[in-house]
C-alpha cells in the first residue's frame, strides 16, 4: 500500500509539475487520436448515412459485416497494415512505418466501423414519418436527408465520441505501426507498457491517471448525448 501511495503521489506531483514527457506523451496521443477520429467520421457519417437511409440487396449482409468488424482485434489491424506499409509492402516507398501517420491509418482502419454502425444504428431510430413529412412538405432528396441527419445528430455525436475513446486508449496499433519511438511515437498507453517493463512505474501511474481522466471526460460526454438522443 505505501508503494502504490508514494507512486500515486509522486504521479500527481508530475502531472501537477506538466512535466515535458509526459505532456509530449499525452499532447500525442491526443493529436493522434483526434485526427483519427475526425478522419473517420468524414468517412463512416456519410457511409453510415448510405446504409442506413437507403434500402437495396444485400443491406443485411453488409449491416452484419459491419458487426462483425467492430470485434477486431488491434493486433490484426496493425499486422494487416503492417504488411502494407513496410518497406517491402505496396506503400513501402512512401515511409509510412513507424511514424504518427502510420497509427493514424490504423486508428482509421480501427474506428471506421464502429463510427458507421453507431450512425445507422442512429438513423435506424428515427421515425420514418420524419421522412415522409419532409417529402410532403417538398423536400427534395438531399433535404430529406439533411432532415434525417440533423434529427440524429445527437446518436451521431454519440457515435464519434465512442469512437475517440476506442482508439485513446488502444495499444496494439500504437506499438505494430509507430514503434514507440521516445518524443516521436510514444503515446500514452505504449509509454505505460515501456515504463511498467523497465520498472518505473512513476511515469506511467502519471499517464495512467491522465487516461482515466480523458476516458471518465468521454464517458461522461458520451452519456450525456445519448441521454439528449434519447429524449
Do not use: C, W
Request: hydrophobic share 55%; glycine share 10%; net charge positive.
Amino acid at each position: 500500500m505505501a508503494f502504490f501511495i508514494d507512486s500515486f503521489l509522486s504521479a500527481m506531483r508530475l502531472i501537477l509539475a506538466a512535466d515535458p514527457e509526459l505532456m509530449a506523451i499525452v499532447g500525442l496521443s491526443l493529436r493522434v487520436s483526434l485526427t483519427s477520429t475526425l478522419i473517420a467520421g468524414g468517412l463512416g457519417v456519410p457511409l453510415g448515412f448510405l446504409i442506413g437511409f437507403n434500402q437495396f440487396r444485400g443491406k443485411r449482409v453488409v449491416i452484419t459485416l459491419l458487426n462483425t468488424l467492430l470485434a477486431l482485434p488491434t493486433v490484426v489491424i496493425g499486422l494487416m497494415v503492417y504488411t502494407v506499409i513496410a518497406r517491402r509492402g505496396v506503400l513501402g516507398m512512401l515511409n509510412l512505418l513507424y511514424t504518427p501517420n502510420a497509427i493514424v491509418i490504423g486508428q482509421v482502419i480501427l474506428i471506421l466501423p464502429v463510427i458507421t454502425a453507431l450512425t445507422i444504428a442512429a438513423l435506424s431510430r428515427i421515425d420514418d414519418r420524419y421522412r415522409r413529412t419532409a417529402l410532403t412538405l417538398g423536400a427534395d432528396h438531399l433535404q430529406t436527408a439533411l432532415a434525417v441527419l440533423r434529427e440524429a445528430r445527437f446518436g451521431i455525436v454519440a457515435a464519434a465520441v465512442a469512437a475517440f475513446g476506442r482508439v485513446i486508449s488502444e495499444i496494439g496499433i500504437s506499438m505494430m505501426l509507430g514503434g514507440n519511438a521516445r518524443g516521436f511515437t510514444r503515446t500514452m498507453t505504449t509509454a505505460m507498457a515501456l515504463e511498467y517493463d523497465k520498472g518505473e512505474f512513476v511515469l506511467a501511474v502519471g499517464l495512467g491517471i491522465v487516461l482515466l481522466t480523458i476516458s471518465l471526460g468521454m464517458n461522461t460526454l458520451l452519456n450525456y448525448f445519448q441521454g439528449r438522443y434519447a429524449e
